[in-house]
């Protein structure tokens, strides 16, 4: 804020300093002429200037006034903001923890019981299967920590190349067979343009979309992965003609954590896709999701054509 | 009865300690355990350990600290450290401070009994373990693991740097088999759906820069359904 202040005052005492220099040159350099300046005026053209003067300084006055008023209000508003963002990740991170934790805790109880080897069996092997569930969110939540610090690698990467691999990954995938996965490539004019990035990190961008379009739609729908260039960037959008997502839980998808409520029965952390927006937004690039309920959702991604 | 190995555990956190040392023990080791840093200097003056499995983030004196004491003393009793951070310099901290390999929590307890295996078999009594040589020479094959570079004979290879950090993995830790999983758990830090495969593509990028017949290698052998295996042999350079 110090700095801040006194670069303003800087550029606040600029004109003085233009002016004291200027009148010590004429003042003090022989060449240059310095004439005596008379200036007449009626009282009344004195009286107005005086007026609009002391006005300009008032307006001046009040415009920064309320520039500084307005960008408080903003930094109260990214703050309230991230209070509550924080508030809403630590009630779900509770939430995540508190199922496994309970499930753990019976299945415990259920092996102290002296009961039959097939009641120790399936408890033995619930609590492993709830222990590996735990193992999983915490290697997410640093995958998601890691992805805004850790170096990114910047090579060539070919998206058309880096899209059918995601395809063919994502239609051995349980349920793939039921839907129908289409991709659709620019052949002409020319060919999905190189981009620079990390082909790993994008590779789980992409595949994350495609998992989940493959997990929250239903046998029979159908699943696109198109992309194109536009100007600079080249967008891919994954689209299906799922079930869609309610109006109310759209703004919510990309929190960490966050599960709609339709995706309470399917398994996953409600990371996925803050993992793609950390990643695309890694690559300097963008997201966004448009759906309606009932028709569908598609998830568009916009990443910069880096030229090297 | 033949002499079972000596390991000295280390972590702060007593679950961790109390369940773990019997696992140990069943799985063939004589097992002490230390609460800290300090602790654990004292415990291998007396209890003289084979090799130590040593935590990171402990109060007083911490893993890392404890590792450097040691190698600054020239002991070099093989470490496996464990690890908090999965970031990739935090592992490659690790390793050039002298540590024999490292293990991310939380980490499957069958993980740890393996990986101790495999430090053993690699260790050179009293001498430094390839994971702390600042070169690697396995023939013409020479990696410069400042600098990241890999070089044949004089050549430079151009290796992206995952390809780079995986063959300096897969050097480090010679005729030793290593799945995909814990290639990937290395260069990446995580798991991740198809990352296996992306072990492959690195794998094949090393090998096309290599200019190696995959169906009769040299460096690096593909252990069907397993893994991979480095089968050069490796030696510290100058």
């Not at chain 1, 415009?63 to 509550?84: G, H, I, N, P, S």
């Not at chain 1, 058309?160 to 039921?178: F, K, S």
């Not at chain 2, 002298?98 to 499957?108: E, I, S, V």
Request: glycine fraction near 6%; include cysteine; charge should be negative.
């Amino acid at each position: 804020m110090t700095a801040r202040f006194a670069w303003r005052l800087a550029v606040a005492l600029l004109p003085l300093a233009g002016g004291v220099l200027a009148a010590v040159l004429l003042w003090n350099v022989d060449s240059l002429e310095n004439p005596i300046l008379y200036a007449r005026a009626d009282a009344g053209t004195v009286v107005l200037l005086f007026g609009a003067i002391l006005s300009l300084f008032a307006g001046a006055g009040l415009v920064l006034r309320a520039v500084t008023d307005r960008f408080r209000a903003q930094v109260a508003d990214a703050r309230a903001q991230a209070t509550e963002e924080r508030r809403r990740f630590v009630q779900r991170l509770d939430h995540e923890l508190k199922n496994p934790l309970t499930a753990i805790r019976a299945g415990l109880a259920n092996l102290c019981n002296d009961q039959g080897p097939s009641v120790q069996q399936e408890a033995l092997s619930s609590v492993e299967a709830e222990v590996l569930r735990l193992s999983r969110l915490t290697a997410d939540l640093r995958k998601l920590a890691e992805l805004e610090t850790r170096p990114l690698e910047r090579a060539p990467v070919n998206l058309a190349e880096l899209l059918r691999e995601a395809v063919t990954l994502a239609e051995e995938q349980p349920g793939a067979e039921a839907r129908t996965l289409t991709l659709i490539l620019p052949q002409a004019p020319w060919p999905l343009p190189v981009v620079l990035g990390d082909w790993d990190l994008l590779f789980l961008a992409v595949y994350n979309l495609l998992d989940n379009a493959i997990k929250f739609t239903d046998p029979g729908d159908t699943v696109e992965v198109r992309a194109v260039e536009e100007g600079t960037f080249v967008i891919i959008e994954v689209a299906d003609t799922g079930p869609g997502i309610p109006q109310d839980e759209l703004e919510r998808v990309w929190e960490e954590l966050y599960r709609g409520q339709s995706a309470r029965g399917i398994p996953g952390s409600g990371l996925g896709l803050a993992l793609v927006r950390a990643v695309v937004e890694r690559h300097g690039g963008q997201v966004s999701l448009r759906s309606r309920a009932g028709h569908g959702t598609v998830v568009r991604v916009r990443l910069p054509v880096t030229s090297q | 009865m033949v002499d079972r190995p000596k390991i000295l555990l280390v972590d702060d956190e007593k679950a961790i300690t109390a369940n773990l040392r019997p696992f140990l023990e069943r799985s063939g080791f004589e097992v002490d355990t230390a609460a800290d840093g300090e602790e654990a200097l004292a415990k291998i003056r007396t209890f003289d350990p084979d090799l130590l499995v040593l935590d990171v983030l402990m109060p007083r004196l911490d893993g890392r600290e404890v590792l450097r004491r040691l190698r600054r003393a020239d002991d070099w009793t093989p470490v496996i450290l464990l690890t908090q951070v999965g970031e990739s310099t935090e592992r490659a901290m690790a390793l050039e401070e002298g540590a024999d390999d490292y293990l991310n929590k939380p980490f499957d307890p069958h993980e740890l009994v393996a990986r101790i295996r495999a430090v053993m078999r690699r260790a050179r009594p009293g001498q430094p373990p390839l994971a702390s040589a600042e070169q690697l020479v396995s023939g013409a094959l020479r990696l410069d693991r400042r600098s990241r570079r890999a070089y044949m004979g004089a050549e430079e290879l151009h290796l992206t740097p995952k390809a780079a950090a995986l063959l300096e993995y897969l050097m480090t830790h010679p005729d030793e088999l290593l799945s995909r999983e814990r290639l990937l758990d290395v260069v990446w830090g995580w798991d991740y759906p198809a990352g296996t495969r992306t072990v492959d593509t690195r794998v094949a990028e090393i090998r096309r820069a290599l200019d190696e017949d995959p169906s009769d290698p040299l460096y690096i052998e593909t252990v069907p359904g397993q893994g991979y295996r480095f089968i050069g042999l490796v030696e510290a350079g100058r």
